[in-house]
């Protein structure tokens, strides 16, 4: 590395170290008690109630009782939330489904766990005779019409309108065949956003998909019956907004995610990350009003988004002339679980203006790695893209045409997408908590990603030492920034 490219890396360790050296032994000591006051059984008691109102899409009702749930908890907490109205957009509702075999006979108990994909229409109950062709554009209408279709793929939007106009009368898609995943459990795909679906579409697992492509090789007739109850319709999510006020009108962001994006119940994702957020602001508020921490220098603004990016990008909007008050943001994005791995990850390590929030994050991961109450191994890794915290770095203010401020955004999560996936890791970015090898990072996953089964059951119940873990880290973390 040439001396030109070294100066500038010289001066993000600086602001990195600088980091510490202006944080006081009571500072350090309050960090301590952050982690403390941490409570597993709350956190695990908000996912249970979040994941009770439904799936929470932005502008439904489910979504609107989670930003009035969100606002309720802020308040018991000593804050004065704000809801912010987002533009308007199409919201689905999914009240009621049914889906069976009614023939042959051994497949009548076959089908669990499904689910009916976004902007699915309204069908009263309805029989029809399942088809299976391997490529659906080859499917001839006088073979379609009528029947029900069992594909491999969503089908794009242009291959959905081919097959209503072939005459399929519903679509059944299969889930992918992935290790460890979705064998019994549907992951959930969407239709084409529109209010004016003609036919629905019901996610299947795998195991499903599999028997009914087994029985009809075996020339067996397979009819089924199915009904959708839903809407789809125009409407404004809700974002929900508290601010723990510092001496300075510059602050922190803490945000995460109030849908579940997927449409389904989604416990990790991201009830785990807006259980957190709300976790996050009530210790810090409670430490202050206790006189264990002081006012912060810094203010901190605590967001639950009503709808993933679609409401953080309103939120650039609407604060485009004071995007430089933004000292840092701080996004839970799934801290509810993990396939393979106990491992707090922090994103991203390629952004250059991340580097002193992740110096900091990265020495807080290593100093509590392994103790009792934390995570087991922690890292930072490179930008996967796909959540909140990226609306707040430069290609997307651009796009946004807004002022291209340098904030730092960071993601905190301990599962993302729905398979083990290696990334190459950024040089100079080897964390000493890591126990994978030096070069690659493993980004660990959910079982459940975006799926029928994403429930508190399957997911934060079984691993509840994650959504702490996050907590006490973005406490600690705080408590060194904004003081």
């Given at each position: 590395m040439n001396a030109r490219l070294k100066k500038p890396r010289v001066l993000f360790l600086f602001l990195s170290i600088s980091l510490f050296a202006d944080t006081s032994p009571a500072q350090v000591r309050a960090g301590v008690d952050v982690g403390s006051h941490v409570s597993t059984s709350r956190l695990l008691q908000q996912v249970r109630e979040l994941v009770a109102l439904g799936n929470r899409g932005g502008g439904t009702q489910s979504g609107d009782k989670c930003a009035a749930y969100v606002a309720r908890r802020f308040k018991e907490a000593g804050y004065k939330p704000a809801i912010i109205k987002d533009p308007q957009r199409l919201a689905f509702t999914l009240k009621s489904w049914n889906l069976k075999v009614l023939e042959p006979h051994s497949l009548k108990h076959l089908i669990r766990n499904e689910w009916v994909g976004a902007y699915s229409p309204t069908v009263r109950d309805t029989s029809a005779h399942l088809i299976y062709v391997k490529d659906p554009e080859k499917l001839v209408p006088g073979v379609a019409r009528g029947n029900a279709l069992l594909i491999d793929n969503p089908p794009a939007p242009r291959e959905y309108s081919d097959l209503v106009k072939k005459g399929i009368r519903c679509l059944l898609l299969a889930s992918p065949e992935l290790e460890g995943a979705y064998s019994d459990w549907a992951m959930i795909s969407d239709l084409p956003t529109s209010a004016k679906n003609p036919i629905p579409m019901f996610n299947l697992s795998s195991g499903n998909a599999k028997a009914l492509r087994e029985a009809l090789a075996d020339s067996e007739d397979v009819n089924i019956q199915f009904a959708v109850s839903a809407e789809t319709d125009s409407a404004r999510p809700k974002t929900v907004t508290a601010t723990l006020e510092g001496e300075s009108s510059k602050y922190y962001l803490v945000c995460g995610h109030g849908d579940s994006d997927s449409g389904g119940p989604g416990a990790d994702d991201n009830a785990s990350g807006v259980s957190g957020v709300l976790e996050t602001a009530r210790v810090l508020k409670a430490l202050v009003a206790a006189h264990k921490l002081p006012k912060p220098k810094f203010s901190i603004r605590f967001i639950v988004w009503g709808t993933e990016i679609f409401s953080t990008e309103n939120y650039v909007r609407l604060n485009k002339d004071s995007l430089k008050n933004i000292l840092g943001v701080l996004n839970f994005d799934e801290i509810g679980t993990g396939a393979t791995r106990n491992c707090l990850y922090f994103e991203s390590n390629d952004v250059k203006q991340n580097e002193p929030l992740l110096r900091l994050l990265d020495s807080i991961g290593v100093a509590h790695a392994g103790k009792r109450g934390y995570w087991e191994e922690s890292t930072t890794n490179p930008s996967q893209g796909g959540t909140d915290s990226y609306v707040f770095l430069s290609e997307s203010l651009r796009r946004l045409r807004v002022p291209d401020v340098k904030i730092p955004s960071v993601t905190i999560y301990t599962g993302a997408w729905n398979e083990l996936k290696p990334l190459p890791q950024?040089?100079?970015?080897?964390?000493?908590?890591?126990?994978?090898?030096?070069?690659?990072?493993?980004?660990?996953?959910?079982?459940?990603?975006?799926?029928?089964l994403d429930i508190p059951d399957r997911t934060t119940e079984k691993e509840p030492f994650n959504m702490t873990g996050a907590v006490k880290a973005l406490s600690i973390a705080l408590t060194r920034l904004a003081w």
């Open positions: 950024t040089p100079g970015w080897n964390s000493k908590a890591w126990k994978g090898p030096r070069d690659t990072v493993y980004v660990d996953f959910s079982a459940y990603y975006h799926s029928s």
